[in-house]
């Protein structure tokens, strides 16, 4: 079965250090995201993309946070430099029909990411 | 604007009786609805959606859920828990006049006793 390949699955940095994620998505889905959970909540979209292209950041912080897919397939979040509070998962996700009426998404395993 | 609520932040049920984790949505259009599970330290995996089609709606590992619109509803039920079915749960809505953008509710932990 198809999946979406997120590394590295656990990262431990410092505050004021930066961090990068990387997501592959299933072959021939052209719409990805990143969502970030904090412990206890649901999953918030950070950044939404269509092909190589930003739908959707209206809730990255964009001072500190970076989002790239540079040939529509795979993406990079990057945080720098990272705070405390960006302890959290981060959950890349693909789709296959962004317009359809049901935007059924297929999640990786996510990055935890922990700030000291 | 869209919303999920999720009425319970934990549910706890001994194996083998049923299961109820509840979910009120608010949405302008007609939406279409999800829930998903996710197992510590996994990613989401779909357990079922409804788009407009039939309103009780079956998913994997014998979950269902029905839609009611009068109620603003879309609560997910099993007969039987299994002690596997120990995660969390979240309901999500998607509207189409919010671009089909996912709206995700708190999340509900559902604990399995044996």
């Known amino acids: 079965e198809a999946e979406v390949a997120q590394s590295p699955r656990y990262k431990i940095t410092e505050k004021s250090q930066a961090v990068a994620f990387w997501c592959d998505p299933i072959?021939?889905?052209?719409?990805l995201y990143w969502y970030r959970q904090i412990l206890g909540q649901g999953p918030e979209l950070l950044v939404q993309?269509?092909?190589?292209?930003?739908?959707?950041d209206s809730q990255l912080p964009k001072d500190r946070f970076s989002a790239e897919r540079l040939k529509g397939v795979d993406s990079t979040l990057k945080i720098q430099p990272a705070e405390l509070g960006d302890s959290a998962m981060y959950l890349c996700?693909?789709?296959?029909?962004?317009?359809?009426?049901?935007?059924?998404?297929?999640f990786g395993a996510g990055s935890r990411l922990t700030v000291l | 604007a869209q919303s999920v609520t999720q009425l319970d932040s934990h549910v706890s049920v001994s194996e083998g009786t049923p299961v109820l984790l509840r979910c009120n949505y608010s949405?302008?259009?007609?939406?279409?609805l999800f829930w998903y599970v996710q197992h510590p330290n996994k990613g989401l995996q779909l357990l079922l959606k409804?788009?407009?089609?039939?309103?009780l709606v079956k998913g994997i590992n014998g979950f269902e859920a029905e839609f009611k619109k009068s109620e603003t509803s879309f609560h997910l039920t099993k007969p039987s828990a299994h002690m596997s079915d120990a995660a969390e749960y979240f309901c999500?809505?998607?509207?189409?006049?919010?671009?089909?953008?996912?709206?995700f509710g708190g999340g509900t932990r559902l604990m399995v006793k044996p």
């Open positions: 996700a693909s789709s296959f029909q962004p317009g359809s009426g049901a935007n059924v998404l297929t």
């Open positions: 072959s021939g889905h052209a719409t």
């Open positions: 993309f269509q092909d190589e292209s930003v739908v959707d």
């Open positions: 949405s302008s259009y007609s939406p279409s």
């Open positions: 409804y788009t407009s089609a039939a309103t």
């Open positions: 999500v809505v998607s509207d189409y006049n919010a671009g089909n953008m996912l709206t």
